[in-house]
């Protein structure tokens, strides 16, 4: 990433510095032509730069995978940057950015999305998610720490930021105003008006047929419905004798809690990189009464951290098809890599996909073996044995 920045001098003369980072995105996927920043991070950076910012302690919020995090490290090597984020693995692309471009990991605090970001904060950089709904539960806890009048600035795609949006940081937060569009962004500046808000309660819902309450938090996949993808699995579970089942990618636990119904000898291990997931997955388990002894839960990407004493014979996967705002099957490769790996001899791995993604050839490459269960339209069951 190399972003001209202009300080003006006097009335005549401009200087002119270049903020040059080499930044990959995690897991770092040298086959493929997306980048591991945009626009929106870029003009952030020059806004702070413009403004002439020296602030101590700044909170970067949904940072991917470090562009902003190393780009400020970089303006103000002092500050104290308190990083939130849901996502594992943009803890890991922002770790790996800043040992690459040798910055001081040393000023890197970490907060997940349900811990209160410290009230020393003075100037606050976000990037808009796509999850509006997550996004005004972020606005409303940072007006439970935000002194009146900081400033937080948040980046988005221009054609992102409707009415709806700029309301939201009204209700939310404080009044807003955006900059002009340079190259087809727009940074939003919020002052918050030090009115403490409010979370609204979870909607809790059910799945009837299935006996199984649900209460999701709200940077959950689906977390206010069945995934159809989710049903289709759920109708075509795996036949057989399990002991040790993982839920790969779990979002709600749906999934792993069916199979905890079926198999009811079995341990159930829900892995997610959401860190909100695998918190509502473990509250949902509680709330449906499940053997507190046989749930297991890990905030991972993929299996990478799963303990070696664990030896699946079943693996459940209805895997992610984009990451952020990009669509990409690398997190489905390397779940299903992990699930090789990590299944026993024998052990089975059950997936259900979007017929058109085309899972069964990245399976029977990986397994050798590949069985279409069931099919409907649009989605399809897959199997692999190791
Ligand atoms: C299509 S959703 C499936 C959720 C749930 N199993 C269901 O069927 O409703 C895919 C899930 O994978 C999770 N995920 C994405 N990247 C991941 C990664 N690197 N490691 C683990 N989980 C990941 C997402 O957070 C999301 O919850």
Redesign the pocket.
């Given at each position: 990433m190399n972003i001209e920045l202009i300080t003006t001098e006097s009335s005549e003369t401009d200087l002119k510095t270049e903020l040059s980072l080499l930044l990959q995105r995690y897991p770092a996927n040298h086959n493929t032509n997306l980048q591991a920043w945009d626009a929106a991070d870029e003009y952030l950076l020059k806004q702070v730069h413009e403004q002439g910012r020296t602030d101590s302690n700044i909170a970067i919020v949904n940072d991917n995978f470090g562009a902003l995090s190393c780009g400020l490290n970089r303006l103000l090597p002092d500050a104290q940057l308190y990083i939130e984020t849901d996502n594992k693995?943009s803890i890991s692309g922002i770790n790996a950015n800043f040992n690459s471009n040798q910055l001081n990991i040393e000023q890197l605090n970490w907060h997940t999305s349900r811990e209160l970001l410290p009230k020393s904060v003075t100037l606050v950089l976000m990037k808009l998610p796509k999850n509006l709904s997550y996004f005004s539960q972020q606005l409303v806890r940072l007006s439970q720490v935000l002194p009146e009048g900081t400033q937080v600035l948040i980046g988005a795609k221009a054609k992102s930021i409707t009415p709806t949006v700029i309301q939201l940081f009204t209700d939310n937060l404080g009044p807003a105003k955006a900059s002009l569009a340079w190259k087809k962004c727009r940074v939003i500046s919020c002052l918050s008006d030090g009115k403490v808000r409010q979370n609204e309660k979870n909607k809790q819902w059910q799945i009837p047929e299935y006996r199984l309450r649900m209460n999701n938090l709200s940077n959950?996949?689906?977390a206010n419905k069945l995934?159809i993808?989710?049903r289709v699995?759920l109708e075509n579970m795996p036949k057989g004798q399990f002991d040790t089942i993982i839920?790969?990618?779990?979002?709600?636990g749906?999934?792993g809690m069916r199979a905890a119904q079926l198999f009811p000898d079995a341990d159930i291990h829900f892995?997610?990189?959401?860190e909100m997931?695998v918190a509502s997955t473990k509250q949902n388990w509680q709330a449906n009464n499940f053997d507190e002894g046989r749930g297991y839960f890990y905030w991972?990407?993929?299996l990478s951290k799963l303990p070696t004493n664990v030896e699946p014979d079943l693996i459940l996967c209805?895997?992610?098809f984009h990451?952020g705002e990009a669509i990409t099957d690398h997190?489905a490769w390397?779940?299903f890599l992990d699930a090789k790996r990590r299944l026993k001899s024998g052990g089975l791995l059950h997936v259900v996909g979007n017929r058109h993604l085309g899972y069964h050839i990245k399976l029977q490459r990986i397994f050798s073996n590949c069985k279409t269960v069931a099919s409907n339209g649009k989605f399809v069951i897959l199997q692999s044995t190791k």
């Open positions: 693995t959950v996949f689906a995934d993808g989710a699995m839920d790969l990618g779990c979002g709600n749906v999934l892995v997610d990189d959401s997931a991972d990407d993929c209805n895997p992610p990451q997190i390397q779940m």
